[in-house]
Every structure is written in C-alpha cells, then in structure tokens.
C-alpha cells in the first residue's frame, strides 16, 4: 500500500504512465463518438438525439467517480495517513466537477427535444447539482490549506461525508418518481439494443484513461510545487 | 498497529452512519421528493384538488383525442392499477405518444379530470432502435399494459 | 424538432471542456516541473 508513500516511486510510474493514457483516452474517445455520430441508428422515440448518450453518461459516471476517488482518497488520509492520497483528492476534485458540470449541461441540452423541458427539480437531476455544489465546496477547502503537499483534515472529512450524495444519485430514480429514467444498464440487466449500446463502452474507457491522465497530470503538478515550496524553505532556513 | 485499527474502525463505523443517514433522509422524504403523483393515487383519493401538481403514466393506447375546437386534447393515463383522465390546450412534445409516458403539469378538477397547462413526454430505459419496434408490434398482439417497464412510463 | 443542433451543441462542450482541461493540466504540470527542477539545480 506504502509503495507510493516515496514520490520518485510513484513518478517513476505516473511520467511513463501519463501519454499513454492520454493518448489512449483520445484515441477511443474520437473512435467512440465518431461511431455515435455516424455509425448507430436513432432510437424508436428519442431519435437522434439518443446520441447525446455518448457523451452524458460518461459524464455522469466520472462525475460520481471522482468523487467516489475523493471519498477513497480521503479515507485513505485520515485513517492511513497516507501522504498521496491528499494530492490525489485534490487532483480529482476539478476534473471531477467539470465532468458533472458537463453531465448537467448535456442532460439538459437532451432533455428540451425529449422531454420537453430544460430542467427539474427531480431527485436525479436535483441530486447531480448537489455534487456540483459539493465539488465547489471542496475545492474551496482543499485550496485553503496552506500547504500544497497536504494534508487538510477538514477538505478530507467533507470529502468523506460529501459520499452520502453518491448512493443518494444512484438511488434517486428507483427511490422516487423522478422524470428521468431508471437505470438502462446494471449488474444484471442492460435494456439497450446491441446496435444502440456499441460505442458506450468504448466512451466509457476513453472518458476514464483521459481522466486518469488528467489527474496524473494534475498529481504531478502538485508534488512539483510541494517540492519547490520545500526547496525554498530549506533555502531559507540555511 | 493498535492506533491505524482504532482509526479506521471509527471511519468504517462513520461512514455507515452516513449512509445510512441518507437511506433514512431519502426514506422520510420519499413523498415530498417525488416529481409526480399516479393515476392509483387519484383513484385512491389521495391526490388534492386545485392545487399545482403533476400527474404522470403511460398514456392509453387509442385514448388520445382531439376536441372540435382543434385545440384542446383529451387522453387517458395509466399504471397498472388505475386510470386517469386528462385534457390539455396547447403544443404536446415530440414524444408525447399513445402507448408511452407522459408527466402532465396543472390541477385535478373537482370531477376527477386532471386539467393540464403543460405536457412533458417520459421515456423509460429500453432503447431500441425504430425498425425492432415496428417488428415487435407486428410479431405480438401486446395487451395494453404489457411489456416489461411499461407499468414504469 | 430537429436534433442535431442540440446532438452538435452537446459534443461541442464536451469536446471543448475536455481539451481545455486536458492542456491547461499538461501547461501547468510542465511548468511546475520546470521550476522544480530549475530551483534543483540552484546551490
């Protein structure tokens, strides 16, 4: 578990690491969207504009996902003090709040030709603004402690007790009548057609490798300031 | 190590205690959070008249008429335990169609007929694309409620 | 209702989010790096 705990160790694995997984996000992203733009047909009652799919439910996933990363990352800082794992929720926090930010905003651009509507107040869509909510909350926090390396206790406790939204957005839609639909894939059922589901998985993987570059990326960043404002510190003391 | 068990004990314990919070918020607050009400829920009289809500189910296959005046339209909602009936004036969304959800926005009157100022169309989570419905519609003689997920417009 | 100016809007703010995330995290991993290993260098 500690095998990152040295920075080098766990650079010596993310610089390698980061382009391949950048450029395997966008190549399948590309090959993704290009198929949903082109390759599937409308559904029966949506139309086209079905292929909306391929962009919002990935969204959505990450969205949740980061912040499941975030709940993980501080779990992992408050019981094992584990001295990345701050750097990886703070990593995970903007990209995660785009990602919701851009699920509500392709939902809604979906919603007005299908439903008829821009918005509302449903527990699906309420609760999705809730994690945007929540993302700003703690992006505010995490920037507040002082320090970049570290380790701000409260940011990781509103990280942790921020996870109750998570099955809340799960649930939303079997727990209430909600407008938006139930869950089209699960663990045991997918009731989307073959021709229709194809390119998803393929937008899954590509959304998620982009955004493990991202975070890599953002990981890096933070330890290299941790590393200058160390350096500077050390220089000034001597 | 005697401390990290202790810590991570009170974070498990913790994080159960929120979740299940949030069962227990999302239980309490199961009727007020829901978006519509259901044609059962008229016929069971639960459902107050005058005042703005929704009402929400499949809309009766064949039920959809139109009045002589050309405006107003008049259908049938259902779920699998009851109907209700419903009259609006005014542009319906594309996907507002016999043998699918609809969430209608106004008043039940006091006759029992949900009087609609605006009409949203719900669709449900199987997604096919239009040559396989035109294929199930002719391979089977569906009855009006049946179909998986077509009690859940 | 035409669909494809809403499918296009869509893509277009996902694609455009997700390349302006994705440079500006690489802009600023390098020049985080850069400095780190400038100031490394400094006696």
Redesign the interface.
């Known amino acids: 578990m500690h095998i990152f705990a040295n920075p080098n160790r766990f650079l010596g694995i993310a610089r390698p690491l980061t382009p391949w997984l950048a450029w395997g996000g966008v190549l399948l992203v590309a090959v993704a969207l290009a198929s949903g733009l082109f390759l599937t047909p409308p559904e029966r009652l949506q139309g086209e504009s079905v292929r909306i799919m391929y962009v919002h439910v990935p969204a959505a996933w990450l969205g949740m996902g980061g912040w499941t990363g975030i709940a993980i990352a501080s779990l992992m800082q408050l019981v094992w003090r584990h001295p990345l794992a701050a750097v990886a929720a703070r990593a995970v926090a903007f990209p995660g709040a785009l990602f919701t930010a851009i699920c509500l905003v392709t939902g809604s651009i979906w919603g007005r030709p299908t439903w008829g509507t821009w918005w509302v107040w449903d527990g699906r869509l309420t609760s999705m603004l809730v994690l945007l909510f929540l993302y700003i909350a703690y992006i505010a926090l995490a920037d507040a402690s002082s320090d970049k390396g570290g380790s701000s206790r409260v940011a990781a406790i509103f990280g942790l007790v921020g996870a109750i939204n998570i099955p809340i957005i799960k649930y939303s839609v079997d727990w209430w009548n909600t407008l938006h639909q139930t869950a089209s894939i699960s663990l045991t059922k997918n009731t989307i057609d073959g021709s229709i589901l194809w390119p998803l998985p393929i937008a899954l993987i590509g959304f998620s490798l982009l955004f493990g570059a991202i975070v890599l990326m953002r990981m890096r960043a933070l330890l290299a300031e941790a590393r200058i404002e160390a350096r500077l510190k050390r220089m000034a003391d001597a | 190590m005697k401390a990290k068990h202790q810590r991570l004990v009170l974070a498990l314990v913790a994080v159960a205690a929120i979740i299940g919070a949030a069962f227990l918020a999302m239980s309490a607050l199961k009727d007020t959070a829901a978006l519509f009400r259901t044609p059962t829920e008229v016929a069971a009289g639960t459902v107050p008249t005058g005042k703005p809500l929704r009402l929400a189910g499949m809309v009766v296959p064949g039920s959809i008429q139109r009045d002589p005046d050309g405006v107003t339209i008049r259908f049938v909602l259902t779920d699998e335990g009851a109907t209700a009936p419903v009259t609006f004036r005014g542009i319906t969304p594309d996907l507002f169609k016999e043998g699918s959800g609809a969430v209608a926005e106004g008043k039940l009157g006091t006759d029992g007929v949900f009087v609609a100022d605006n009409i949203l169309a719900k669709h449900d989570e199987r997604y096919m694309p239009p040559q396989m419905e035109s294929a199930m519609k002719s391979e089977k003689d569906k009855p009006v409620t049946g179909g998986a997920g077509e009690a859940r417009p | 209702?035409n669909?494809?100016p809403?499918?296009i809007?869509?893509?277009a703010?996902?694609?455009a989010?997700?390349i302006g995330?994705?440079l500006a995290?690489?802009a600023?991993?390098r020049?985080?790096?850069a400095?780190?290993d400038a100031?490394?260098k400094?006696p």
Request: glycine share 4%; net charge positive; hydrophobic share 65%.
């Open positions: 209702m669909h494809w809403f499918i809007a869509a893509y703010i996902t694609i989010g997700l995330l994705t995290s690489f600023a991993m020049r985080a790096e400095a780190a100031i490394r400094k």
